[in-house]
């Protein structure tokens, strides 16, 4: 346990020799491998070298002593023979001697006798000659060489290179542990070292250990260099973009929270994810506070509005490109009309912008409700008239269940009331007709003025003929009430009626108005202040 808390705390760079160790361990192992073959080899060769010379040296002690024994096998001499064997036994390395007579029978010897002519295992055996007739042999002298002391002088012969190998091994290993470790370990150790406390940031290089600048260890330190200039740059260049994105992201903020306009992140499902200032005080939020976690969905907030919001989240999903809509919105402060342009962020966020068009949208309504009212009686005018009857027409082509009944109303003796009272009890008139006409009908009927006294009714659905009938009685019997004139007068007038219902066959809504205009002038020629309907 403490040599592994030892080992966790050796500080970066601390000299080891592992690297020397493996590398001279290695290379030892294949100069011992190598050194082994050629020590046997060169063992076996200076053994039977020894032998040779060994063998050499005995047939040299037999040359010594061969006149001699000459002499005595020929004079069959055993003392002179038993002087040469004695002779030669004096030699360390013979073991034994026998001198025998051509016959096979000892004459001299140190080893009892061998039957016949059967040569001793080792053994030099060497015919004697006669001293006068060299061509005759006499008998012969057989040498029994020592082996064991052959052997051990063989020994003794190669221990010297036993020894010189081994030394050879040990300077070898030696000399390689230290040039390995001053010309590899060491610089590399300097290195690392070095590499611990340079300042990259700084630009600061390691220099080249001496000695090695035109190697692979100052090959090496050039490349290390030259990262730390790669890296010096990247880092400055990170840091450039760094502040560079830091002030971007400053300079958005500081648009994103000071823009006019109400903008938003969110993920799909809703859940808020930042919101900006304008964005906090048009829904009444608390700023200050963490949206995902207090004020759930962007859904939630937007009441009445938040399935068109969904909906247009959900299309900016699918199709992956920026969608707008325009969304009525009810707020603490009243109702605002918002065009609401969502983009894709990523796939877990979209980012939206609102832009406030409610005094556009008021404008716009207030222009569409001026060119669709009469300025005098505040009712519906002829482009009101036939954009409800076109609608109408266009609906019931969709609808097999819906029918349209058209009233054409002129009203009678307009013209004298107008000329008797002026035209100021003229309008007065035409605004109290308009408001008793209001009070007969229902909120989805359609009241217009055409144009002078002439008006125009539009009743959705309502095409019995009793309940038409009743109808035009009902607005006959109103408008026969005296009208109140601003000079204190009373005036009179009454109203023709036309009546016509919705024919299937008819595609246009002019025929209709026309079929129906035609009642009415019909109901004039009738005596004036009645109805009459429209034939098929």
């Known amino acids: 346990m403490n040599n592994n808390n030892e080992k966790k705390a050796r500080a970066p760079g601390v000299p080891q020799m592992r690297l020397t160790l493996r590398s001279a361990a290695l290379i030892l192992a294949v100069l011992v491998g190598l050194g082994l073959v050629f020590l046997c080899v060169g063992i076996l060769l200076l053994a039977e070298n020894e032998r040779d010379r060994q063998s050499s040296a005995i047939q040299g002690l037999i040359n010594t002593v061969e006149r001699t024994a000459e002499v005595a096998m020929f004079l069959q001499d055993s003392q002179l023979a038993a002087e040469v064997v004695a002779g030669l036994e004096q030699n360390s390395s013979v073991l034994a001697v026998i001198m025998r007579d051509d016959q096979g029978q000892v004459i001299a010897g140190s080893a009892p006798a061998v039957p016949g002519q059967v040569k001793a295992a080792g053994a030099v055996l060497r015919a004697i000659n006669s001293p006068f007739t060299p061509e005759e042999t006499i008998g012969s002298v057989e040498l029994t060489p020592d082996l064991g002391q052959l052997e051990l002088q063989v020994i003794n012969r190669i221990r010297p290179a036993i020894l010189f190998f081994l030394i050879f091994l040990v300077v070898t290993g030696a000399t390689l542990l230290v040039v390995l470790y001053r010309q590899v370990t060491r610089p590399i150790q300097t290195i690392s070292r070095r590499l611990h406390r340079v300042d990259v940031t700084g630009g600061e290089h390691i220099a080249i250990p001496r000695h ?157 409700k001026n060119a669709t009212t009469d300025s005098l009686t505040g009712i519906g005018n002829r482009l009101a008239f036939d954009r409800r009857l076109a609608a109408m027409f266009e609906s019931g082509r969709r609808r097999t269940d819906s029918d349209i009944a058209l009233m054409m109303l002129d009203l009678d003796h307009f013209k004298e009331l107008n000329d008797t009272h002026g035209h100021q009890a003229g309008d007065q008139a035409l605004i109290q007709v308009a408001e008793r006409l209001q009070r007969l009908l229902r909120s989805s009927d359609c009241l217009a003025r055409l144009g002078g006294d002439e008006f125009a009714i539009i009743l959705d659905g309502s095409t019995d003929d009793r309940a038409l009938e009743a109808i035009a009685d009902k607005i006959i019997a109103s408008l026969n009430h005296p009208l109140r004139l601003a000079d204190g007068a009373r005036g009179k007038v009454g109203v023709s009626i036309g009546i016509a219902v919705h024919n299937r066959d008819e595609e246009e809504a002019a025929a209709l108005v026309k079929r129906a205009d035609a009642a009415m002038y019909e109901a004039k020629a009738a005596g004036r202040n009645t109805w009459r309907r429209a034939t098929s």
């Open 212 to 368: 090695h600048e035109s190697n692979e260890i100052g090959t090496l330190v050039g490349d290390v260099n030259r990262i730390i200039d790669r890296m010096v740059a990247l880092v400055a260049t990170e840091r450039d973009l760094r502040l560079q994105r830091e002030r971007e992201e400053a300079r958005f903020r500081a648009i994103f929270d000071n823009a006019g306009s109400p903008i938003f992140l969110a993920h799909p499902n809703g859940a808020l994810k930042s919101f900006n200032l304008a964005f906090a005080r048009t829904l009444a939020l608390d700023s200050t506070a963490e949206a995902s976690g207090q004020f759930g969905s962007l859904y939630r907030l937007l009441g009445d509005s938040g399935e068109a919001m969904r909906e247009l989240v959900d299309a900016v999903i699918s199709s992956g490109r920026t969608q707008s809509a325009e969304l009525e919105v009810d707020l603490p402060t009243g109702k605002r009309w918002y065009q609401v342009l969502v983009n894709p962020v990523s796939d877990d966020e979209v980012q939206g912008i609102a832009n406030d068009i409610t005094e556009h949208k008021l404008a716009q309504e207030d222009a569409e």
